[in-house]
């Protein structure tokens, strides 16, 4: 389990410790190595950075560049290697432990903004605007299966064998990658504006969604537990509402963060259907964020994320930042779920 202690402190408003060197641009997306922890950030400066959290320091490991902004990451299995995907309509593989050179693995005919690694098939799986899921064995230069999808990819989620698509228009599409080549299931969000980002839960009976509009739908599979389903609002300050970025459950607990365009994170419990904690709002958006695979950091970015357009782009404040926040460090763990208490309300 790590500990952050050592870091160098930050003004930041949680007393999350700083990683540095900060990213040139927007961070697009943060993932760790499921074997230790190592934090990939992807950035709209066309770099794939990775740090290296040890002994309360973070220490810059290694970067690879693509022509454009890359918009997503994910890691195999095994901790051995990074994929990375973005404007340049390519997925690249970087053997980032044996300190290999990346190459691409991955073609689109349109920006890619999904990737995942499937090690129950040995599979890569991207989700592009050309509104094609695309499979790939990492060794052959063509997809193994191409899917056509309503729209543009926006969010994806996989928990084997649970895979869930968001795309424009509000679709949500369920797979079961036991059958990966049909649709199991698809269905409208029960959220009214655009999807922003899911998580499969942890037990694959169901999934998260967020969307721009401040909320989350809490959503089941199968359609005898459609009563179990609820949506809540969260990420609004008054009269103000924003985007939820970002899903993450925690590994152990299987409680839940969000992240949103307000600045601000959260730790949420769906079963007892309440928040954990809530944490103050940092001066910009959170465009993503992530647990490490024990659940002891929760690493989230801090950076302009073009919700509110280019007039509210303020050069001389936009500063990047990454964040990691311990949420162990408190004497009751913050992420732990609890049983309701009844107030007696109705």
Known sequence: MATLAGLAANPNPNKSFEILPNPGDSVSSLSFSPKSNLLVATSWDNQVRCWEIV??????????????????S?????????????CDKQVKMWPLLSGGQPQTVAMHDAPVKEVAWIPQMNLLVSGSWDKTLRYWDTRQANPVHIQQLPERCYALTVNYPLMIVGTADRHLVVFNLQNPQMEFKRIQSPLKYQTRCLAAFPDQQGFLVGSIEGRVGVHHIDDGQQSKNFTFKCHREGNDIFSVNSLNFHPV?????????DGAFNFWDKDSKQRLKAFSRCPLPIPCSTF????SIFAYAVCYDWSRG??????????TSIYLHSPQASPESEVKGKPRIATGRK
Request: charged residues 15%; negative net charge.
């Open 292 to 295: 490490n695979s024990d659940g």
């Open 253 to 261: 607990h299987h409680t839940f963060a969000t992240a949103g365009s």
């Open 55 to 72: 002994g309360g320091n973070s220490q810059p490991k290694a970067s690879i560049s693509h022509d454009q902004p890359v918009l997503c």
């Open 310 to 319: 280019a007039e509210n782009h303020n050069p001389a404040a936009a500063k």
């Open 74 to 86: 994910a890691w195999k299995d095994d901790g051995t290697t990074v994929f990375s995907g973005g």
